[in-house]
């Protein structure tokens, strides 16, 4: 039993826990150009996830803050992008990839603003509030969800949006049988950029020591003379704004799109991460895609437990792991 | 006796609904190693963590070098001069070693003659330097705790019962490293272990119920046998 763990452990550990459901996958499917097609989708639709989880996990890691009101800015930055989008169509429509490149970066630019600036007033004037009493954020931030979906509803209407993709993500990529969506490999080449981004900022930075220091013990890292108070605004700040961008993405991803975008994700991300180990962005990162590849690979293979299955694997890893794969050590 | 570099005076402290200090009263003289001592649940981790501003006190006055720090924030308190090493060590063991030192410097950069002078005293530190935190034994982890709190020049330097859980021939060792880090710092030691709080205090104050039952010199309580069976058996005399 420990021979085989440790042979575990030095192939990969937890990290292979991704390639193995893709191995299994790919023995039940049977079809390769199949099997490369939905594992594209779930690499895709997992960074796009992980874009909207890996801020909550912090989050959460750093001062136990329950943000259920994370989703409203996954809901305004894919309304916000389309926006965006839908006023530049001139460029998005243009056979030149310049300024198809150019409007996808301004309406994920203006979701990332908007990130920014209301996950600031957010975190100043709904959580400061609230902060060590778990009830009243969970009350607090679900009303701020509520009213934000209202005020979509005020400003952009009832009807579902359409999102118009960019020209040069509109088609596909064909290798032998297999086809591949420019816009999936597009969103999992930016939320590879992110998580690396996000991995540098946290290991190779003191800004990123004084975080992983403050999800493990925050009172300690005050004694040593910060004020987490401070350093947590700036991971809400940022949490906001990757939250809008990944809404921006998933606008994209889904062409149409409602009020309830948000709330609709915040399921998926909250079994991201508690799948993951609250408080660690590799643990989101390794979450988001199991979720994003288990819901690829049932949807083909047994459509009516789709709803189901990542509620079973996240039900499975926590019978395994009651933390998480790879929880913030406490 | 040398000027006090820390005065509590009249502090209560309060956690939740629990009246946990009555009024403690205590002044720590400049440089050396002072002990408090006192059973579980006397009060002596509470004075501590109210002293770094961890629980604030309901009253009472916390001069550091003459300034009043109760109201400070705990960073700010730590900025002052103040290291504390917690009875639970406080590692962050995610953490590398190093990452667990540099994190305790000003600028993020270590001072190699103060660095050498560290795993002189703890040469384990040096050994693991870049293993995850967690996988040290209980013994490294507090060398590293300790280790952190001297990695900077501090004037006080609270330290919560260092000696918990650890093999005689660690404590041993960790005599010696107090009496090093003590030449030049002050040291407010919590301990219960009178062995090792006798081998290392100058003075000494005794806490009982949240109220300071007895001050004065280290070496007239060693010498005094029945106030030390008075006092080092007060917990078990009031609870009987």
Known sequence: MDSTSNLFERFGGINLLPVLLAIVAFALIGSPSTWVTLTVAGLAMGMMIFLMASGLSLVFGLMDVLNFGHSAFVSFGAFIAASVLAALAAWVGADSIFLNLLAIFLAICAAALFGLVAGWAFERVIIKPVYRDHLRQILITMGALIVAEQLILAIWGGSPISVPRPNFLTGSLIIGDVSIELYRLFAFALGLAAYIALYMILNRTRVGLLVRAGVENREMVEALGFRIDRLFIGVFVLGSALAAIGGAMWAGYETLITAAIGSEMMIIVFIVIIIGGLGSIEGSLLGALMVGLMGNYVAFLAPKMALASNMILMMVILLWRPYGLRPAVK | ?240
Do not use: C
């Open chain 2, 1 to 240: 006796m040398t000027a006090p570099i820390l005065e509590l005076d009249g502090i209560s402290t309060d956690i939740a609904q629990y009246h946990i200090l009555h009024g403690v009263s205590l002044s720590v003289p400049e440089g050396g190693v002072h002990v408090l001592l006192g059973r579980n649940g006397a009060g002596k981790t509470t004075t501590l963590r109210t002293i770094m501003g961890l629980w604030k006190a309901r009253e009472g006055a916390i001069r550091f070098r003459g300034d009043d720090i109760a109201h400070l924030h705990t960073s700010e308190i730590s900025r002052k001069g103040i290291a504390f090493v917690p009875e639970n060590m406080g590692i962050f063991g995610g953490l590398t070693v190093e990452e667990n030192m540099r994190l305790a410097t000003n600028d993020g950069s270590f001072d190699r003659e103060r660095l050498g002078r560290i795993y002189t005293l703890f040469p384990a530190l040096e050994k693991f330097w870049t293993k995850s935190a967690w996988s040290l034994s209980g013994g490294q982890k507090q060398m590293l705790a300790i280790a952190r709190a001297i990695i900077e020049r501090r004037d006080l330097i609270l330290i919560d019962e260092p000696t918990k859980g650890l093999a005689p021939a660690i404590i041993l060792n960790m005599v010696d490293a107090f009496r090093e880090i003590a030449r030049e710092t002050t040291i407010l030691l919590v301990e219960q272990n009178f062995l090792f709080a006798k081998s290392l205090g100058q003075t000494v104050a005794v806490i009982d119920d949240g109220r300071i039952a007895h001050t004065g010199n280290m070496a007239d309580l060693v010498e005094d046998t029945v106030l030390q069976t008075k006092l080092l058996s007060l917990s078990l005399d009031a609870h009987q």
